[in-house]
């Protein structure tokens, strides 16, 4: 009840938080208040369209892996809130989440009453996240942005170490309509002196980072160059890498994610780590690399929940993250037949969405997850109809009754006909499914 309690608190903050408003000035004066406890402890800062969230919890891995205490700081959640804050590897408890949101609920109304607009729903959590990092304490503050870079609440730090992911169109017209526009929000989180990791990006996005980072002396270390993939090999449970770092290469590297893109993601954290530890002088140990590597996990990424028929569950919910996901299918997967089930939020490009999805899958199943933002069923079920034709789609209502429709139709394939469901189309609907289908 207690959580319950919080968690209709900062609901009444929600409508606002998809509402981008270009200050920081709510966030800062809520940290002026308690302390500033954000300058309590170094931070690396990520970015980018998808990717965030595995990579943040690798560079988690890692640093765990070197004998540091962690804080994690990411968004959205699949199952519960509190994954958003996590200390050393672990979510906060509930009832650690409601105390300190309590401790921080006095300052938030006093930020209130000097402000014409409230704090939203993302700058309290954020708050809470610095505070709690402070109480812990931690060594390293891992922090993905909410949305964009720039006016986004976690740059009141001024990273040492920022991440770049690739850039693609999403959040379209919050963060602009071109590859440029959004790019240039997104390099809001290179700051004066950081070393800031880029993944391979897109012509246009790349040329508007670099000019950030010579702007602000800030030291370049780019995918393809100063490091990357060097091997890949697909293997049980996930893949075999090879990754040139910037202190060295690092073989023989068990990562238990399956896809290309999460091997990139992989050597953007590795380039990271070494960046923070020792500023890409040396190589780091790599037995702890390998032991950091080997005991990362990211729910709701090409998850396998269950077998017979083989289901995942895959949270990309945009056109940019539905190509990873279709290529980490054809790599680590041979599904013969493969039914999705696809519930996304109205602000998406679905279409386009769909389009990627329809050369991987044999049948789809359109249904609808909980959030108030979501697409309604019917609308989705024409635009899917349009894609795959009417023959290939089934709609159902509600998530579970499209579970158990697209279960159905993988299970008239047989035991060997190499069938399975993928539920995919958002992260709420990723973690909606893993809630249903009872993952832990």
């Given at each position: 009840?207690?959580?319950?309690?919080?968690?209709?608190?900062?609901a009444?903050?929600?409508?606002?938080?998809?509402?981008?408003?270009?200050?920081?000035?709510?966030?800062?004066?809520?940290?002026?208040l308690?302390?500033?406890?954000?300058?309590?402890y170094?931070?690396?800062?990520?970015?980018?369209?998808?990717?965030?969230?595995?990579?943040?919890?690798?560079?988690?891995?890692?640093?765990?892996?070197?004998?540091?205490?962690?804080?994690?700081?990411?968004?959205?959640?699949?199952?519960?809130?509190?994954?958003r804050?996590?200390?050393?590897g672990?979510?906060?408890s509930?009832?650690?989440?409601?105390?300190?949101?309590?401790?921080?609920?006095?300052?938030?109304?006093?930020?209130?009453?000097?402000?014409?607009?409230?704090?939203?729903?993302?700058?309290?959590?954020?708050?809470?996240?610095?505070?709690?990092?402070?109480?812990?304490?931690?060594?390293?503050?891992?922090?993905?942005?909410?949305l964009?870079?720039?006016?986004?609440?976690?740059?009141?730090?001024?990273?040492?170490?920022?991440?770049?992911?690739?850039?693609?169109?999403?959040?379209?017209?919050?963060?602009?309509?071109?590859?440029?526009?959004?790019?240039?929000?997104?390099?809001?989180?290179?700051?004066?002196?950081?070393?800031v990791?880029?993944?391979?990006?897109?012509?246009?996005?790349?040329?508007?980072?670099?000019?950030?980072?010579a702007?602000?002396?800030?030291?370049?270390?780019?995918e393809?160059?100063?490091?990357?993939?060097?091997?890949?090999?697909?293997?049980?449970?996930?893949?075999?890498?090879?990754?040139?770092?910037l202190?060295?290469r690092?073989?023989?590297?068990?990562?238990?994610?399956?896809?290309?893109?999460?091997?990139?993601?992989?050597?953007?954290?590795?380039?990271a780590?070494?960046?923070?530890?020792?500023?890409?002088?040396?190589?780091?140990?790599?037995?702890?690399?390998?032991q950091?590597?080997?005991?990362v996990?990211?729910?709701?990424?090409?998850?396998?929940?269950?077998?017979?028929p083989?289901?995942?569950?895959?949270?990309a919910?945009?056109?940019?993250?539905?190509?990873?996901?279709?290529?980490?299918?054809?790599?680590?997967?041979?599904?013969?037949?493969?039914?999705?089930?696809?519930?996304?939020?109205?602000?998406?490009?679905?279409?386009?969405?769909l389009?990627?999805?329809?050369?991987?899958?044999?049948?789809?199943?359109?249904?609808?997850?909980?959030?108030?933002?979501?697409?309604?069923?019917?609308?989705?079920?024409?635009?899917?109809?349009?894609?795959?034709?009417?023959?290939?789609?089934?709609?159902?209502?509600?998530?579970?009754?499209?579970?158990?429709?697209?279960?159905?139709?993988?299970?008239?394939?047989?035991?060997?006909?190499?069938?399975?469901?993928?539920?995919?189309?958002?992260?709420?609907?990723?973690?909606?499914?893993?809630?249903?289908?009872?993952?832990?």
């Amino acid at each position: 009840m207690t959580l319950e309690r919080v968690l209709a608190a900062l609901a009444s903050r929600y409508p606002s938080e998809d509402k981008m408003v270009p200050d920081l000035d709510r966030i800062r004066l809520l940290l002026d208040l308690l302390g500033s406890p954000q300058r309590s402890y170094p931070a690396i800062h990520l970015t980018g369209t998808n990717g965030k969230t595995s990579t943040a919890r690798m560079i988690d891995s890692l640093v765990r892996a070197f004998g540091l205490r962690p804080g994690r700081y990411t968004s959205p959640h699949l199952d519960s809130i509190t994954e958003r804050i996590t200390i050393d590897g672990d979510p906060l408890s509930d009832e650690r989440f409601a105390e300190v949101y309590d401790e921080l609920a006095p300052y938030v109304e006093l930020v209130d009453s000097r402000s014409p607009v409230p704090m939203t729903f993302f700058e309290v959590l954020t708050g809470m996240a610095f505070a709690a990092f402070a109480d812990a304490p931690v060594d390293v503050a891992v922090l993905e942005v909410g949305l964009g870079g720039l006016w986004d609440a976690t740059n009141v730090v001024a990273a040492g170490t920022a991440v770049v992911l690739p850039i693609g169109l999403d959040h379209v017209p919050l963060l602009g309509t071109t590859l440029a526009e959004i790019a240039t929000e997104k390099a809001g989180i290179i700051h004066e002196g950081a070393t800031v990791v880029l993944a391979a990006q897109p012509p246009e996005a790349a040329e508007v980072l670099l000019h950030r980072a010579a702007e602000v002396g800030a030291t370049v270390a780019r995918e393809g160059l100063e490091f990357g993939v060097v091997e890949r090999r697909t293997a049980v449970g996930g893949q075999l890498l090879t990754l040139q770092g910037l202190g060295g290469r690092y073989e023989d590297i068990f990562l238990p994610l399956h896809g290309p893109h999460q091997a990139a993601n992989a050597a953007a954290a590795l380039a990271a780590v070494e960046a923070f530890l020792g500023g890409g002088q040396g190589q780091l140990d790599p037995d702890l690399v390998r032991q950091g590597f080997l005991a990362v996990s990211s729910p709701g990424r090409l998850e396998v929940v269950r077998t017979s028929p083989t289901v995942l569950v895959d949270a990309a919910h945009n056109p940019h993250g539905m190509a990873a996901t279709v290529a980490s299918l054809a790599d680590a997967f041979s599904f013969t037949h493969l039914v999705a089930v696809f519930a996304c939020l109205g602000d998406k490009d679905v279409h386009t969405m769909l389009e990627v999805l329809e050369p991987a899958v044999s049948r789809i199943v359109v249904t609808e997850n909980t959030s108030p933002r979501r697409l309604p069923v019917e609308q989705l079920r024409e635009l899917a109809e349009e894609v795959f034709g009417e023959d290939r789609v089934h709609v159902e209502d509600r998530l579970d009754d499209a579970l158990d429709t697209a279960i159905g139709l993988a299970d008239e394939q047989g035991e060997y006909g190499g069938s399975g469901v993928l539920v995919t189309g958002s992260v709420v609907t990723a973690g909606e499914a893993r809630t249903l289908l009872r993952v832990r």
